[in-house]
């Protein structure tokens, strides 16, 4: 994954996510509950792994965008809820769909919102950023697998 064009909050808990998987290395095992669910993903793509890898990196290939987009809603000099549901809506549905139903819930939490102001939403957009950055840690390492 390209990390330069992330956002810096996506990039560190991308980091955080790698590091701690590192350091269980050689450890004594532990059970790992994967942030992707195997079995939708494959009814998603009939069980073929090419394609499955295909709609993973198209996935993380939006992770940068999405995030932009949030960071962007909030950012802006008026808070812009409306590009911030569609960001949240957005990433809810591509999370859904590769079965990253961690992302999914947060995104949904972030989307539904009640009391919208962009110092009530950096929570969200942290918790974003976590689910985001341990699952795409789990996709590389799948990867290779």
């Given at each position: 994954?390209?990390?330069?064009?992330?956002?810096?909050?996506?990039?560190?808990?991308?980091?955080?996510?790698?590091?701690?998987?590192?350091?269980?290395?050689?450890?004594?095992?532990?059970?790992?509950?994967?942030?992707i669910d195997?079995?939708h993903l494959?009814?998603?793509?009939?069980?073929?792994?090419?394609?499955?890898?295909?709609?993973?990196?198209?996935?993380?290939?939006?992770?940068?965008?999405?995030?932009?987009?949030?960071?962007?809603?909030?950012?802006?000099?008026?808070?812009?809820?409306?590009?911030?549901?569609?960001?949240?809506?957005?990433?809810?549905?591509?999370?859904?769909?590769?079965?990253?139903?961690?992302?999914?819930r947060a995104?949904?939490?972030?989307?539904?919102?009640?009391?919208?102001?962009?110092?009530?939403?950096?929570?969200?957009?942290?918790?974003?950023?976590?689910?985001?950055?341990?699952?795409?840690?789990?996709?590389?390492?799948?990867?290779?697998?």
């Amino acid at each position: 994954m390209n990390e330069p064009g992330l956002t810096r909050g996506y990039a560190i808990a991308a980091k955080r996510a790698r590091a701690g998987a590192a350091s269980r290395r050689g450890s004594a095992p532990t059970v790992l509950i994967s942030p992707i669910d195997h079995d939708h993903l494959a009814r998603y793509t009939f069980g073929d792994r090419e394609l499955e890898i295909e709609v993973l990196d198209l996935f993380l290939g939006e992770v940068p965008r999405t995030m932009d987009k949030l960071n962007a809603a909030v950012a802006a000099e008026k808070f812009d809820p409306k590009a911030w549901h569609y960001a949240c809506h957005t990433l809810k549905g591509s999370a859904r769909a590769v079965g990253a139903f961690d992302v999914a819930r947060a995104a949904e939490r972030a989307e539904n919102i009640e009391h919208l102001s962009p110092e009530y939403v950096a929570d969200h957009i942290a918790e974003i950023a976590r689910t985001l950055a341990t699952a795409a840690a789990y996709i590389e390492t799948w990867r290779k697998g």
